[in-house]
């Protein structure tokens, strides 16, 4: 069983660009979470997804910033016109219907220039 | 909201015992967590416990949770220099509908010095 996958694994966009981050949860899986870390710092929650809908958006910032689940395909956190500030590790963690526990992926590291 | 606080770093020999502490403030919690991260990748989960426990063992590793003083500890025996790493605590609750939010510490980097 292949664990949570993230794609790419390094992103570099110039300010102004898009970020399209994927994230394939395990098998079986239906509970998609998106975490930033910023450097030196933990991990801040950002959203909650289940298939076709997002369910606690609470941590996104309100603009630029958005995030869907797909009923086919991978999760995707966007980000228009990146900013230095938008620079950090994006994680992305998969759970089980029971939501028990968070299984992490690699994390994507964004560098906006 | 809720808070979950760490200390930042903690240093030991290889093959002593390492502590880490954590405090959170959530009285609903369900599930405590411990995550390692080593440089540049993801969090591992390292072993959790559910509330109504006040201790789990798991080979070198033991948590140990208070829960009337909201304080988990994560003790690891006879520490490896492949232990250093960053250590997350986490909790799960608060939440209602059947979802609850997981809150991270900021973490505590275990330097294992040989």
């Known amino acids: 069983n292949a664990g949570v996958m993230q794609n790419p694994r390094h992103l570099v966009r110039r300010r102004g660009q898009e970020a399209r981050l994927r994230c394939s949860p395990m098998?079986?899986?239906?509970?998609v979470y998106w975490y930033r870390q910023l450097p030196e710092e933990g991990l801040k929650f950002m959203v909650y997804?289940?298939?076709?809908?997002?369910?606690?958006e609470s941590g996104m910032p309100k603009e630029r910033f958005s995030a869907e689940f797909p009923k086919e395909g991978p999760s995707i956190l966007r980000i228009q016109q990146v900013v230095r500030g938008d620079s950090a590790a994006y994680f992305c963690?998969?759970?089980?219907?029971?939501?028990?526990?968070?299984?992490f992926g690699p994390g994507t590291r964004l560098l906006v220039l | 909201g809720e808070d979950v606080e760490q200390s930042l770093f903690l240093s030991v020999r290889e093959g002593d015992s390492s502590v880490i502490n954590c405090t959170y403030t959530?009285?609903?919690?369900?599930?405590l967590y411990w995550y390692k991260q080593e440089p540049g990748a993801g969090l591992q989960l390292l072993t959790y416990?559910?509330?109504?426990?006040d201790m789990k063992q798991d080979q070198r590793l033991t948590v140990l949770l208070n829960k009337k003083d909201k304080h988990l500890s994560l003790r690891i025996a006879d520490t490896q220099t492949g232990d250093s790493a960053i250590y997350f605590c986490?909790?799960?609750?608060?939440?209602?509908?059947?979802?609850?939010?997981?809150?991270f510490g900021t973490g505590t980097k275990l330097q294992v010095i040989p």
């Open positions: 997804l289940q298939k076709e809908n997002i369910i606690d």
């Open positions: 959530d009285s609903s919690s369900t599930y």
């Open positions: 416990i559910f509330s109504n426990m």
């Open positions: 963690a998969s759970s089980p219907p029971d939501q028990e526990t968070q299984y």
């Open positions: 098998k079986g899986h239906s509970h």
């Open positions: 986490a909790e799960r609750g608060g939440g209602s509908g059947g979802y609850q939010k997981v809150t």
